[in-house]
């Protein structure tokens, strides 16, 4: 049963009510979460405060050597989280334990090793004073992730802050809360010292609402909707909290005729549907040069035909179910907004219900759409499912006019083998991250968000050391 992970212990919610966790490829619940309140938020903020002198303090290879035995326990149980993270979020086994369960173990490798290239700045004034600057941890600091990529997330905002000397209090999805647990279970058998990461669960209305509020959470590390980025930013920016968010997208899939078409066509199809397509890191508006428009759709949707949907425990299947039956309420009520704003639906646009364990799930068929304007509400709003549209376009001028009109800018694919092409089009797209002839291709030393409604704020390599520490210079006379 999951638990609250306060003060080192796995502990029931104060209100002691739970509410249920459901598996989305079965459309049934199977386990009950915590329904916390800002009562467990104090208890994790005071056992937080308690564990800041010591944690704080610990030299940064002893912080390394817990974060060293945590991923030891996690990669020794690489199956079980795993496992978890498919039964919980509904995505395909094969790539919970390829992608987000290594990627969680990479997070905190990653950074208890970056924390030793860690360095403060100096400046020298002739011969009149020398500036230093020194870094240190913040306090408690607040973390609040997303349910699309669950334990992939909660680490690569932890693992920053833990490394950097704070103690934090984090929150998981309300509905991918199992591997938060089962690392709040690693920690526990690690020897993480109490009170150093505390896990509070529940919904967002109240636990995150309570974490964003609290005047002794310094900073608030924030991955989900652009709507609850804005409500957490009305609260926290006027206490004057460090706030790093992460938002949503809409990101531009651009592809020019002289692409490398076959690598182009595999990782299109990647970009459009991996996860069900709710990673925000998707291309789900796919911009085509107008040469090529008529043969890509074709290969296109053949491909999409092609992708197994299904049990996500299978191996062979391509895309599991959606997260929950709100999202998939939600994800098919845009599609039938895209019919209405005069789309035709190439393939997919329905629910699938699979034989079997899974015939209660919550499946969406991939489905591409075409014939919409770019400014209709279809291709500027978020939709986070298997969806992707696909627009024509004739000039390099046209397709960034298109791809920079929403109110996002997260992420952007570019595919073309004309070198200055690519670096024109990477310096005027509107977005955090480009990629050009790739996609998903991540170096954890990069800055990583978005810019416009995508967020504020960028995590990753040296970005997330210097979010989570306070700068102060120190000015010294020669
Ligand atoms: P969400 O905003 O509904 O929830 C995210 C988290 O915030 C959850 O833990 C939730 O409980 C909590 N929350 C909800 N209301 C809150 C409040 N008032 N105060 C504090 N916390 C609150 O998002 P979601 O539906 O879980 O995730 C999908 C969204 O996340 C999409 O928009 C997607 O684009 C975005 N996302 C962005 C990135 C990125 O790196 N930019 C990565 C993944 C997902």
């Excluded at 969680?104 to 090793?113: L, R």
């Excluded at 959606?322 to 994800?331: A, I, N, Q, T």
């Excluded at 799930?361 to 014939?371: K, L, Q, R, S």
Aim: aromatic content about 8%.
């Amino acid at each position: 049963m999951i638990k609250n992970y306060i003060n080192g212990e796995l502990v029931e919610p104060v209100s002691e009510k739970y509410f249920d966790n459901f598996e989305p490829a079965i459309g049934q619940a199977y386990d009950i979460v915590p329904d916390s309140d800002e009562r467990d938020v104090e208890l994790a903020v005071k056992a937080s405060e308690a564990a800041f002198p010591l944690w704080s303090n610990t030299p940064v290879v002893e912080r390394s050597k817990y974060m060293k035995k945590v991923v030891a326990l996690i990669e020794r149980d690489l199956a079980e989280f795993a496992r978890a993270e498919c039964i919980d979020n509904g995505k395909p086994l094969t790539l919970a334990k390829t992608v987000d369960i290594p990627r969680a173990v990479k997070n905190f490798e990653f950074f208890a090793s970056a924390i030793h290239g860690f360095a403060s700045e100096s400046h020298q004034m002739e011969d009149t004073a020398i500036n230093y600057t020194l870094r240190s941890p913040i306090g408690v600091v607040g973390a609040i992730s997303p349910w699309n990529l669950p334990l992939y997330l909660f680490t690569w905002k932890i693992a920053p802050a833990l490394i950097t000397g704070n103690c934090v209090v984090a929150k998981p999805s309300e509905i991918t809360p199992m591997t938060a647990h089962l690392l709040a279970e690693a920690c526990i058998e690690a020897g993480l010292p109490a009170g150093v990461l505390n896990i509070v669960h529940g919904y967002g209305g109240k636990v995150g609402s309570a974490i964003v509020k609290h005047p002794d959470i310094k900073a608030i590390t924030f991955t989900g909707g652009t709507k609850t980025g804005k409500e957490i930013a009305s609260v926290a920016a006027p206490m004057f909290k460090k706030l790093s968010l992460e938002l949503g997208g809409k990101n531009p899939n651009i592809i020019f005729a002289d692409c490398n078409y076959e690598k182009m066509l595999g990782t299109t199809l990647l970009s459009s549907f991996r996860n069900q397509g709710e990673i925000c890191l998707c291309g789900s508006r796919i911009f085509i040069e107008k040469p090529i428009y008529e043969k890509f759709r074709k290969d296109f949707v053949e491909q999409t035909k092609l992708l197994k949907v299904g049990d996500p425990l299978q191996a062979d299947t391509d895309q599991g179910a959606v997260v929950s039956k709100e999202h998939m309420e939600k994800v098919l009520s845009y599609i039938q907004l895209a019919k209405d704003e005069g789309g035709t639906i190439l393939t997919g646009g329905n629910k699938v219900v699979p034989e079997g364990r899974c015939k209660n799930g919550w499946f969406i068929e991939p489905t591409i759409i075409e014939g919409l304007p770019y400014n209709c509400r279809t291709n500027q709003e978020e939709i986070f499912g298997p969806v992707v549209t696909l627009i024509p376009f004739e000039t390099e001028d046209e397709a960034l006019r298109m791809a920079n009109s929403t109110e996002y800018g997260l992420a952007s694919i570019i595919w073309t083998e004309n070198l200055s092409r690519a670096h024109r089009m990477a310096a005027k797209i509107q977005s955090g991250i480009v990629w050009i002839n790739c996609w998903m291709v991540r170096d954890l030393r990069t800055p990583f968000g978005g810019m416009k409604s995508s967020g504020v704020g960028r995590e990753g390599g040296m970005e997330a050391l210097r979010f989570f520490t306070e700068a102060k210079n120190v000015c010294v006379r020669l």
